[in-house]
């Protein structure tokens, strides 16, 4: 098959779990024979597209000024010179199926231009944005976890505090009005897709509360590429570790605030840029004594879950995956997890790991004292623990929904026919 994956930003200029997977994918699904490339948008002045390649594969790269909050928004709605990029690649590459890994930033025209031209796409749902502008349902007038938009009137004061300007501001009715526009818009992109793909049952369950139709969805866990488990190197001291975005809804101060509870011979290491929110991290150096790492590379990564006991994932608002508990997983390290949505559910509370409500200190020091105290439960939960699928794997059942969403139309033509 010809496949091509649509994705709002790419590596080098952007690295995060949907570039990176987006990169082991693709590479995945050509070392399985089909040809594959990547359409991207980046940031840059003034309007174009170019072509690279690497490891044998297409990338596109077309931009229309640099990212900004609004222009992300308008884009929506309309931008017609990245759309006449795409329709340039789609002539010259001619794919049998698209996947869009994400379109933020990006026209939805783009996505009625492959209806009009009767390819078929698939949509991976990464995050909440679709229905939610703030992608993660978590507000920024209050920093509490959203059900969703409310008469939009709730999404037109997060775009104000995220403004800066008041949350209170007489434009909050006017501003709701494109924000309904924008909703309706990807629902119908969201709708026109052939398959839509959620990374967990709860992505799932929460696009169907919402008005997409269960049987358009396909959960698929992301596979993952992981070095042989080692055995578990001897050391003294309980080490609980914590991988991902040093920043509040983290969680990452609930966990270090819990973990003062600990004795002192306990370890608490830290990995994450630093730089993503300075602020913060001079807080949490401030509020406990843990051992900051800085940001890893994937080799670093590896090495750093072999040496820990327990890792902690202490989120306050709603993930949709979250690659760290696979990467313990892969390195026999059991999660400590908050107990909500998707980070709830991949972790079995006392089968490969424990649970705690969501932002709960007390809680939280419970559990990491029980496998400070208690050396066996730690042992029996490394023995539960279920290795993830491999990116070989996920790529075999995602080629596998391709070959079906490409092999329909053509069965309904012919059944068309024979009527």
């Not at 890893?296 to 608002?317: C, F, G, H, Y």
């Amino acid at each position: 098959m010809r496949i091509l994956h649509l994705v709002h930003q790419y590596l080098p200029d952007h690295v995060g779990g949907t570039e990176l997977y987006t990169v082991w994918l693709t590479r995945a699904l050509q070392q399985q024979g089909h040809d594959v490339a990547i359409f991207h948008r980046r940031s840059a002045e003034g309007n174009g597209l170019t072509q690279r390649e690497e490891n044998g594969i297409k990338i596109w790269s077309a931009w229309n000024g640099r990212f900004q909050p609004t222009n992300r928004l308008l884009s929506t709605f309309r931008n017609q010179p990245l759309l006449h990029s795409f329709q340039q690649v789609i002539g010259e590459f001619q794919p049998d199926v698209v996947h869009v890994e994400h379109l933020m930033g990006l026209p939805t025209q783009m996505l009625d231009f492959l209806q009009a031209q009767q390819i078929p796409y698939v949509v991976t749902l990464w995050d909440f944005w679709w229905i939610c502008a703030n992608a993660q349902l978590l507000t920024n007038y209050d920093q509490t976890v959203c059900a969703g938009p409310d008469r939009f009137l709730n999404c037109a004061k997060c775009t104000l505090v995220r403004a800066n300007l008041p949350q209170f501001a007489p434009e909050v009715p006017a501003l709701a009005l494109p924000l309904s526009w924008r909703n309706g818009r990807l629902r119908r992109a969201l709708r026109q897709a052939s398959k839509l793909i959620a990374p967990a049952e709860f992505v799932k369950q929460w696009y169907v509360s919402h008005g997409l139709p269960t049987a358009k969805i396909e959960v698929l866990p992301p596979g993952l590429d992981y070095p042989e488990k080692p055995a578990v190197p001897p050391h003294d001291n309980f080490r609980v570790g914590y991988v991902g975005g040093l920043s509040w809804q983290k969680g990452v101060h609930v966990l270090v605030e819990a973990f003062n509870q600990l004795p002192e011979t306990a370890e608490l290491w830290l990995a994450g840029d630093p730089e993503f929110d300075p602020d913060y991290v001079k807080q949490l150096k401030m509020a406990g004594r843990a051992t900051f790492l800085g940001k890893l590379d994937r080799t670093a990564v590896w090495e750093m879950l072999s040496q820990v006991d327990v890792i902690v994932v202490p989120s306050l608002w709603y993930e949709t995956f979250v690659f760290v508990i696979s990467e313990a997983f892969a390195m026999g390290v059991p999660v400590i997890a908050s107990d909500l949505g998707v980070v709830g559910e991949r972790v079995r509370h006392g089968v490969d790991g424990l649970k705690f409500p969501p932002g709960d200190v007390d809680q939280l020091a419970q559990r990491l004292q029980q496998l400070y105290d208690d050396p066996n439960l730690l042992a029996q939960l490394r023995q539960n623990i279920v290795s993830p699928l491999t990116v070989i794997e996920h790529a075999t059942a995602v080629a596998n929904l391709y070959g079906d969403v490409v092999t329909l139309p053509a069965q309904n033509e012919k059944l068309g026919k024979a009527s």
